[in-house]
């Protein structure tokens, strides 16, 4: 049974790669979830109309109205509904296994959106929680299940529907950045393969932007010509998206050499500049 589970351990250990699955509920959630709330909609999106309050209320008791194992996305769907975001055109952007190095080109752009710029990302990001086994009993601060024992863990319900509501929402061209250094750049368990690029629509969506990123010191196993990112186009054209690739992208190199100035690459690339 637990061969089952594992798509679902696979993404949840794509998206928290750094977090240890035996921790329990993060210390001080409530704080933490209500002040990042507040101050998404007093200093990111002033003006919006949100109530933190009933937000963590909805989400409170999707988690410990349920076994630890057992909170399905469905769940969740009072707390989304009390959290709706309209999103703009042309500024979604998509990642698998480039997670840092996404927001840091989104924070330097400031052109793109990602998931966890999101109110929900944004408050949740980075976070574990889960219920006692004694349902309405709280939160467990002292251990949570493993990821890979789950079918409905917690943690992966709420961003599955956070990740199907992001897709849903994309409109006009959309980018998503892949590690080219990563065996199966794409991946179809991924939380981007197996629930983004099924959510988007069509006739929503005017182009997809593949941008492949290899570390500078290499390897190079993906790109667009060989590897997984040709599975993602050829389900892309299936699908009657129109696209665009490039593994090299002039703006993604300037930022690796900004954080990696002392790389050869980078080194050669200053000189042939001058």
Not at 23 to 39: A, E, Y
Not at 179 to 193: H, I, L
């Amino acid at each position: 049974m637990i061969a089952d589970h594992l798509p679902a351990a696979l993404m949840l250990l794509l998206l928290f790669d750094d977090l240890s699955a035996d921790m329990g509920t993060t210390p001080n959630l409530k704080q933490i979830v209500l002040g990042r709330c507040f101050s998404y909609v007093t200093l990111i999106s002033p003006g919006s109309r949100y109530n933190c309050e009933e937000i963590w209320r909805e989400f409170r008791n999707a988690v410990i109205q349920r076994a630890p194992c057992n909170v399905r996305v469905k769940d969740y769907s009072r707390m989304f509904h009390a959290s709706p975001q309209a999103l703009p055109c042309d500024t979604l952007l998509f990642w698998s296994k480039t997670r840092e190095f996404v927001h840091s080109y989104s924070a330097i752009t400031r052109r793109f959106c990602t998931l966890e710029d999101t109110l929900v990302g944004y408050m949740f990001n980075d976070l574990i929680w889960c219920g006692q086994k004694e349902k309405h009993r709280g939160f467990d601060f002292i251990s949570c299940p493993e990821w890979s024992t789950c079918a409905n863990h917690p943690v992966y319900s709420l961003w599955k529907q956070a990740s199907q509501n992001f897709a849903a929402s994309a409109c006009g061209n959309i980018t998503v950045i892949l590690n080219g250094s990563m065996e199966n750049a794409f991946n179809r368990t991924s939380m981007f393969g197996s629930v983004e690029l099924d959510g988007l629509n069509p006739r929503m969506v005017n182009h997809v932007n593949i941008k492949v990123v290899a570390n500078l010191e290499g390897p190079i196993i993906d790109s667009c010509t060989k590897g997984s990112i040709l599975n993602l186009i050829q389900i892309l054209k299936t699908r009657g998206f129109r696209w665009t690739c490039t593994d090299t992208d002039m703006t993604l190199l300037i930022l690796q050499c900004i954080q990696n100035p002392r790389q050869l690459s980078c080194q050669i690339f200053h000189n042939n500049m001058l």
